[in-house]
């Protein structure tokens, strides 16, 4: 069975720093994918970044990076420079046979 | 109209009455899916149609009934809900393409049974 771990219910970070999103994953599956999405208060998932489990490379979209470390089967999200508008829930999701989603991260960025 | 989209956006409701959940999606896919959001638990997915057949269906009771005329709507059908039903229901669509699979979602339908 699949299942996605997000340890921190809540994050703090000034504004124009970096912080990191832990999530750590279990699976069978030889082939798979992580996600990481954003939700603002609004309610809308917003993708961010996808992993491949094969991929040899740490994905990159813009402020985010997924360091994703295989073998310890996390794929922590990277956010730099946050800004205020990056204040929002954030959950880690694996796409096996199915797509699983962890319990997500509160992130609050200080002026 | 881009994305996804849901209507409506709130609803409230009696235990008693019929309902339904609209999503429509403009990105040309063909997979979408229902995923329930309660306070306090992780995103739970209900339901997934492929080709407008559903491949998927997670346990969910038979008071939620799905339906997906073509690939780019989606029904959510609600009938004698129970307040634990209350949540909000997203909507999400994507080319179904195996590990790559990115899901695009909706803004979602936040309903309250009374």
């Known amino acids: ?111 | 109209e881009t994305g996804v989209t849901q209507t409506p956006r709130h609803l409230v409701m009696g235990m008693t009455n019929k309902k339904s959940l609209k999503c429509e999606q403009h990105l040309g896919h063909n997979a979408m899916y229902w995923y329930k959001q309660s306070a306090k638990k992780p995103l739970e997915l209900m339901f997934v149609y492929s080709l407008e057949e559903r491949v998927e269906n997670n346990s969910v009771p038979s008071r939620f009934s799905p339906e997906c005329p073509n690939s780019s709507h989606l029904f959510l059908h609600l009938h004698t809900l129970q307040p634990e039903d209350s949540a909000l229901y997203l909507c999400a669509s994507s080319l179904f393409s195996g590990i790559q699979d990115t899901q695009y979602f909706g803004p979602g339908t936040r309903l309250t049974v009374l």
């Open chain 1, 1 to 111: 069975a699949q299942k996605i771990t997000q340890t921190q219910p809540g994050m703090f970070v000034q504004e124009k720093e970096a912080v990191t999103l832990d999530c750590t994953y279990d699976t069978s599956d030889p082939s798979y994918g992580l996600f990481w999405y954003k939700q603002p208060s609004s309610g809308e998932m917003i993708f961010l970044i996808y992993q491949g489990s094969y991929d040899q490379q740490n994905a990159t979209e813009g402020r985010y990076s997924l360091n994703f470390q295989k073998a310890r089967k996390s794929a922590n999200l990277v956010i730099s420079a946050s800004q205020l508008g990056d204040s929002a829930m954030y959950f880690c999701a694996m796409r096996g046979f199915g797509m699983r989603f962890g319990a997500g991260t509160r992130l609050t960025v200080k002026p």
